[in-house]
């Protein structure tokens, strides 16, 4: 399994993070030497045996479905890069 | 001579503090002292003066009380920056969480404080854990307080939790946190010459550690000792209803665990460990330290572990698509840095520009690595079998466990500490293969231990790792405090910063 310039360019825009032309063939060079060594687990036999989903074999606790928390607005907004009016503040999204 | 006060152990000064000896004052100042003085190492990013006196005060009011104080109380700590502080900048290591004030504090960090401990400021890492040299910060390089002999070259403390290590073997602080993903406590650890457990995973509470891949994600305490590990572990794990993997169970008293007998215990030994080319050096080490559990009575085993090749190729996997998932969340909106935009620019725009300046190189290769394994078509063929692999993994431990071994002992990390910028042009996955005796730890989910055990040939610091029983902490401190006592280790790094 090979990487070219095309699949790298699509797993940047599909990761959201802009890469520049000039910076694709370096890029798909280190996918290329990652996934050469990644391809090792192809060696395995793996016939019957599950996909690990948990390493502890724990249950998972639940609990009662109720409001335990809220009203804290200022909190949430205090770190957004652009909040107003008490909402965080985006680019127009759609037209 | 006396002991300047910032290079005791937590449990001498635990002792001297409660026996009114020395004031948690004292030995606050004393670190911050020698913090102020240690530019150099770049191991605190952020400092918390203020905190830490306030800290210290509270802690001296707690000592003159008439309840005895918990075994930190007025501790002083360094927190590596990934743990999240309330009101302190928490950043991970990157540009992309600049200006971060959290207004929750993380559960390990809590308790501690409640515990009494003192916070001395943040400590440098590789961006968000993602690195063993700790050269992917965004605060730069955290540099090894030891050298070789004779050579002026700045060394690596390891990572990612490169400025803990930094920081505890330079005496800078009593002890520090860490967390560990594939071996970012022990192999920084065996770097600079300290003590670092990764607990069983469900030991320590994950809410409020910025997530890398959270089912690898453990932390842990970096100390000068492995009664301190055991001291500080203590207060650092416990079950919490807001992380759902937490365990409910309770926590012993590691401490008291510590008998130095382990007469009867079988220790296991690997022969898959035994890697191609590895140094004599190394292989003497591990040696050593068989020959040493042999002579406190422990009964020693080969055992084979068949699928311990494939720990790495799985982990890379496995940990770039946990963290491509987690790191979603950076996306300029609710917290952190956001990209300048152009005229015209929209939200996907924002996304884009906002993750490439944010996000350092190594940092976009494993999101975007993990972003192609989890993409339609790849997903069976790497993630699925990744995880399939891990299962065969964990069940190596699992039948070796069920053959009576106690705990397995392995080299720590494949070098001593190489220097800053060595690794500079050769390719990411020879930098990965630091992890290669620390990762399986992860994936099966067990506690592992690394300590100081000798030195090398050019004086740095070697370190061995044990591995124990999932939750069995206890046992596995005391075969290392075992350990410890007949290494002897001792030797500290000359200052020169």
């Not at chain 1, 599950?50 to 205090?78: C, F, H, N, W, Y």
């Not at chain 1, 008490?86 to 759609?94: C, T, W």
């Not at chain 2, 079988?266 to 004599?280: F, T």
Request: charged share 25%; with cysteine.
């Amino acid at each position: 399994m090979s990487i070219d310039l095309q699949t790298a360019a699509r797993v940047a825009k599909l990761a959201r993070i802009r890469v520049d032309d000039d910076a694709l063939p370096a890029l798909a060079d280190e996918f290329n030497t990652i996934l050469g060594f990644i391809e090792q687990l192809g060696e395995v036999d793996v016939e019957g045996v599950e996909p690990m989903v948990s390493v502890t074999p724990m249950r998972l606790k639940r609990r009662a479905d109720e409001v335990t928390d809220g009203d804290r607005q200022r909190a949430i907004l205090s770190n957004a890069p652009d909040a107003r009016e008490g909402f965080f503040a985006v680019p127009k999204v759609v037209e | 001579m006396m002991t300047d006060l910032n290079a005791l152990t937590i449990a001498e000064a635990r002792d001297r503090l409660r026996g009114k000896d020395i004031t948690a004052t004292e030995l606050t100042e004393a670190c911050l002292a020698r913090i102020e003085d240690a530019g150099a190492l770049g191991a605190f990013v952020h400092h918390t003066i203020d905190v830490a006196r306030e800290q210290a005060a509270q802690a001296d009011k707690r000592l003159q009380g008439r309840e005895e104080a918990p075994a930190l109380c007025g501790i002083p700590l360094g927190i590596k920056d990934l743990f999240c502080t309330r009101g302190v900048a928490s950043q991970a290591g990157s540009r992309i969480l600049e200006g971060f004030r959290p207004e929750y504090e993380s559960t390990v960090t809590a308790q501690l404080f409640d515990a009494g401990a003192v916070m001395l400021g943040k400590l440098n890492m590789d961006e968000f854990a993602m690195g063993s040299s700790n050269e992917t910060s965004v605060y730069g390089n955290a540099v090894n307080p030891w050298r070789r002999q004779g050579d002026d070259a700045a060394l690596t403390p390891g990572g990612s939790s490169g400025g803990s290590a930094s920081a505890v073997a330079a005496d800078l602080c009593l002890a520090a946190t860490g967390t560990d993903t594939g071996g970012s406590i022990r192999q920084p650890a065996a770097f600079t010459g300290i003590t670092g457990i990764k607990p069983t995973y469900g030991r320590c509470s994950r809410w409020g550690i910025v997530a890398f891949a959270s089912s690898l994600d453990q932390a842990g305490p970096m100390t000068k000792s492995v009664r301190d590990a055991a001291i500080m572990l203590g207060a650092m794990c416990g079950h919490d209803p807001k992380d759902s993997t937490s365990a409910d169970l309770p926590v012993p008293d590691f401490e008291a665990m510590l008998t130095g007998d382990i007469r009867g215990k079988v220790i296991g030994i690997p022969r898959e460990y035994r890697m191609d080319g590895m140094s004599a050096e190394i292989d003497a080490l591990w040696a050593k330290g068989r020959a040493m559990l042999e002579d406190a009575g422990a009964e020693i085993r080969d055992i084979s572990l068949p699928h311990t090749k494939y720990a790495l190729p799985a982990y890379y996997v496995i940990a770039p698509a946990e963290a491509s998932s987690n790191l979603a969340r950076y996306d300029g909106v609710r917290y952190g840095h956001r990209a300048k935009l152009a005229p015209g620019d929209g939200i996907t725009e924002m996304y884009e520009k906002t993750r490439a300046e944010g996000f350092g190189d190594e940092v976009k290769r494993r999101v975007m690595v993990g972003t192609y394994v989890l993409s339609a078509g790849f997903y069976d063929a790497y993630y699925n079998r990744a995880r399939k692999v891990r299962t065969l993994i964990k069940r190596d431990f699992e039948q070796v466990f069920a053959d009576g071994v106690d705990a397995i002992l392995t080299p720590a990390t494949p070098s001593a500490a190489f220097a800053l910028g060595e690794m500079k042009d050769a390719d990411p996955v020879q930098m990965y293969l630091n992890d290669v005796f620390t990762v399986t730890v992860n994936l099966a989910g067990l506690p592992g231990i690394a300590l100081p055990a000798g030195l090398s040939g050019e004086g740095l610091p070697l370190g061995l790792q044990l591995i124990g029983r999932p939750w069995e902490e206890g046992d596995l401190l005391n075969c290392a405090y075992t350990l410890e006592r007949a290494a002897g280790f001792v030797a500290k790094p000359e200052k020169w910063w």
